[in-house]
């Protein structure tokens, strides 16, 4: 079965960078892009950017285009997503989701972000 | 930047049929998809381009999309229905999110 499985809860201080893994299984890694996902405490759902597995192309949302960096390690299929220079407001949970097209049909966990000084 | 508009609250009683609309300029144009989502839990897809339900999903959801205005429909509503509902659909390269409806079941 897809599982998308993330790495656990961190906690930083503003300024600092943050990245957070995604484990693939139950399926070829390379065939689906995966998608950066967060959410704020309270809030809706933003939508960060993608990878695509195959090639390492990337498409960021504009308002994180400085300050995001997607990655991705085919021989252990998983996915990173590393934000730069936190602030107190990126306190978020962040998720990522395999896109098999326009839509996103796997969710990770859900990865909670806290920054905090 | 393109924008995905929700009502954020919908009220329904039980076995009722429950409406959440999603708006957008030509939004008909595009493929919609809508997410469910509970308390502590991963966004789940209920409905994709525009009609289509994944397996495992209740044939209770559906879904249409025309001209600016995509509609999630559940009809029969159940308690477990009670969450959180997103809409989402691409701008160019963008994903863009619905601002989310919270479904009462009351």
């Known amino acids: 079965q897809v599982q998308l499985v993330q790495s656990g809860a961190e906690v930083k201080k503003p300024g600092a960078s943050v990245k957070v893994s995604c484990k693939s299984s139950g399926y070829t890694f390379t065939d689906y892009y995966i998608h950066w996902v967060r959410q704020a405490p309270g809030q809706g759902l933003e939508w960060m950017g993608w990878?695509?597995?195959?090639?390492?192309?990337?498409n960021y949302a504009q308002k994180y285009q400085d300050r995001v960096t997607m990655t991705r390690d085919t021989s252990i299929s998983t996915a990173y997503m590393e934000l730069s220079r936190l602030r107190y407001d990126d306190t978020a949970v962040y998720f990522c989701?395999?896109?098999?097209?326009?839509?996103?049909?796997?969710w990770g966990q859900g990865t909670l972000v806290t920054v905090s000084s | 930047s393109y924008e995905l508009t929700q009502p954020p609250s919908v009220s329904v009683s039980p076995g009722q049929t429950a409406s959440i609309t999603c708006s957008g300029d030509k939004l008909g144009d595009e493929y919609a998809c809508w997410y469910q989502q509970k308390p502590g839990q991963s966004p789940v897809l209920v409905i994709y381009?525009?009609?289509k339900r994944p397996s495992g999903i209740p044939e209770r959801f559906s879904g249409s999309n025309s001209g600016n205005t995509a509609t999630l429909t559940i009809s029969g509503t159940q308690a477990m229905d009670e969450a959180d509902y997103y809409c989402q659909a691409w701008d160019s390269s963008t994903v863009v999110f619905g601002g989310g409806t919270k479904l009462t079941v009351l």
């Open positions: 381009q525009d009609t």
């Open positions: 989701a395999r896109g098999p097209g326009e839509y996103f049909d796997y």
């Open positions: 990878i695509n597995p195959n090639s390492g192309v990337t």
